[in-house]
């Protein structure tokens, strides 16, 4: 049994604003499943919502900051969360990261950089908990320093650092190392240095024993300069300790035979149930209830990366189509305006949802035909296992975790009844009409698009692999 610290900013249900919080509840727990000693550590933020018991655990002090510990548990799990609570730092409401108008938040490097001292700390025990990991896991770059300050430490436990997306990097003017008084050791070009600024991403990568990310795919695609953003020289220079390992779902929270948040509860065996989810979505979003047209599903952050730009291009050609498309997520307020503007010329066709609403994602995973996600780049991604999951058939680009998951629908992956998506490949509104058009040509065949929906929903992508590679790592340093 190993001894486990994992260092995070978010966790699922506690706090969340992407899939960093889904992997960062389910890989835990997952570890703790096999027997592991599991700790997590998150930030204690004003918006946190824990459920029962939080108590207090220890104290210590560093700078002028007072820093309290109080424990609790990730609900529905026995997994252990301590809290860092620094009301001086931490006492924002809403986004851990950014403010109201959606501008990172000022003190980011500090209070992140205090986030790590503290991780440090209960890492080397210093806090007398009697508890010292074998192993901190740390997840992104608001943990990147701990690998880095750790590396200082004599017998210190040893270092995983998990990209979760390459694009979010901890990038602070240089003015931050003397404020944030981190050692003078770690600020060179082989460290924490990146063409004169700091960089948090930079310590994980640098100073860790193993680096993962979380599709093989994104392991290969982050040691290139179209997705390395200037570390692919450092990335390609550690490739023996860098390994991808695709992250899972978790079963239990999305499983369309016990989701309590979808209409009808239906499995790979009583498929024909899965219409009445539609014709509830279809009601939820205010579209015409029709069950012989396909209905396009998209839950996304609005900016680039995922590709709403040129969704955004296709609407004009895609209504001109027999098909619905219902849109759930927030972000770049330009696109958020352009889709507004789309769904208010084309009711009947157009439904979206500027908003974040687990319950409503659940719905459009079940009542949705095909799923939407053509992605720029995407480590890992999560929806398009959801999809496949709820017999829900994703339209894809081909990149990183999505390459690693779907199955494109080719005459001999019918055949051999693997195919379970459709898949892209250049980054452009045409080729994206191309798939959506494929799609609608596969959903007039019902036998070959039954026959998808069941390849797709017998694909295993639970935890359990998953984390049986982690440890396998582990075990490897």
């Known amino acids: 049994m190993k001894k486990i610290l994992f260092v995070t900013s978010e966790v699922y249900p506690l706090i ?20 592991q000693d599991l700790r997590v550590i998150l930030p204690k933020y004003p918006s946190l919502k824990t459920v029962g018991d939080v108590h207090f655990l220890c104290s210590l002090r560093i700078d002028n900051h007072l820093i309290n510990i109080f424990e609790t548990t990730i609900p529905d799990s026995s997994v252990i969360a301590w809290l860092v609570d620094c009301p001086d730092l931490f006492n924002t409401e809403g986004n851990p990261y950014l403010d109201a108008q959606g501008l990172p938040w000022a003190n980011n490097a500090e209070r992140f950089a205090l986030f790590c001292r503290v991780a440090v700390e209960v890492a080397m025990d210093k806090v007398n908990r009697n508890w010292k990991p074998d192993i901190v896991h740390c997840n992104d770059w608001q943990s990147g320093l701990v690998p880095a300050l750790l590396s200082l430490e004599k017998n210190r436990p040893k270092t995983v650092f998990t990209i979760h997306n390459m694009a979010y990097q901890g990038l602070f003017p240089v003015q931050s190392v003397y404020s944030l008084n981190l050692p003078g050791q770690l600020w060179n070009p082989n460290g924490l240095e990146f063409h004169g600024m700091l960089s948090f991403i930079k310590g994980g990568i ?191 680009r081909k990149t990183g975790g999505l390459a690693d998951t779907v199955v494109d629908t080719l005459p001999e992956s019918l055949a051999n009844h693997s195919a379970t998506g459709i898949i892209f490949k250049e980054a452009h509104a045409g080729a994206l009409l191309e798939a959506i058009k494929r799609a609608m040509l596969l959903y007039s065949n019902h036998t070959t698009w039954q026959q998808m929906q069941i390849n797709a929903m017998h694909r295993d992508f639970s935890w359990r692999s998953s984390a049986e590679q982690y440890l396998a790592l582990y075990d490897s340093i």
């Not at 889904?22 to 890989?27: K, N």
């Not at 991808?244 to 209409?263: C, K, Q, R, V, Y």
């Open 16 to 35: 969340k604003t992407g899939g960093l919080a889904d992997v960062c509840s389910s890989l835990p727990k997952a570890l703790t499943e096999l027997g």
């Open 206 to 396: 640098a100073y860790s024993d193993r680096i993962t990310t979380v599709s093989p795919t994104y392991a290969l695609e982050i040691q290139t300069p179209a997705y390395g953003y200037g570390l692919e020289g450092l990335l390609a220079h550690r490739s023996d300790y860098l390994v991808g390992i695709i992250n899972g779902i978790d079963t239990n929270e999305w499983n369309p035979d016990l989701d309590p948040h979808i209409s009808q509860h239906y499995n790979v065996h009583s498929l024909h149930e899965k219409q009445h989810n539609k014709a509830e979505l279809q009601r939820r979003v205010n579209l015409p209830v029709n069950n012989n047209v396909p209905l396009f599903g998209l839950i996304s952050r609005l900016v680039e990366q995922k590709g709403i730009d040129m969704v955004i291009e296709c609407l004009p050609d895609m209504v001109d189509l027999p098909m619905q498309l219902v849109l759930l997520g927030n972000g770049d307020k330009i696109f958020e305006q352009r889709l507004q503007n789309l769904a208010r010329l084309y009711p009947d066709k157009i439904a979206i949802n500027i908003v974040y609403d687990e319950s409503l994602a659940h719905l459009i995973e079940a009542g949705a035909d095909v799923f939407l996600m053509p992605s720029r780049f995407e480590p890992c991604g999560l929806n398009q296992m959801y999809s496949q999951r709820y017999g829900t058939i994703p339209i894809v």
